[in-house]
């Protein structure tokens, strides 16, 4: 799948699939805290474990999207 192919089925599950946006908005949330963390000039113990679960908490959202636009995708191939 092409990086265009991706985006196509990422803008038409963020239309048509609520768990995908679900997904999508809570990896955005997960984003902006991580933002606000790496703001600081210095993490406390308990903001640099945080950091790290929110690291791997955004990435295991972002393997669920892939994963469900890779199903998405594969759908519609065997569909075409």
Do not use: G, P
Not at 26 to 35: E, F, I, K, V
Not at 38 to 49: A, G, I, M, V, W
């Amino acid at each position: 799948m092409s990086a265009a192919e991706a985006q196509e089925a990422k803008n038409f599950l963020l239309q048509s699939d609520q768990q995908f946006r679900q997904l999508v908005e809570q990896h955005n949330q997960l984003d902006h805290r991580l933002h606000q963390l790496t703001e600081k000039h210095y993490l406390s113990d308990t903001e640099q474990f945080e950091q790290v679960t929110l690291k791997k908490r955004k990435l295991a959202l972002k393997d669920q999207m892939e994963q469900i636009v890779r199903e998405y995708a594969s759908q519609r191939s065997r569909a075409s």
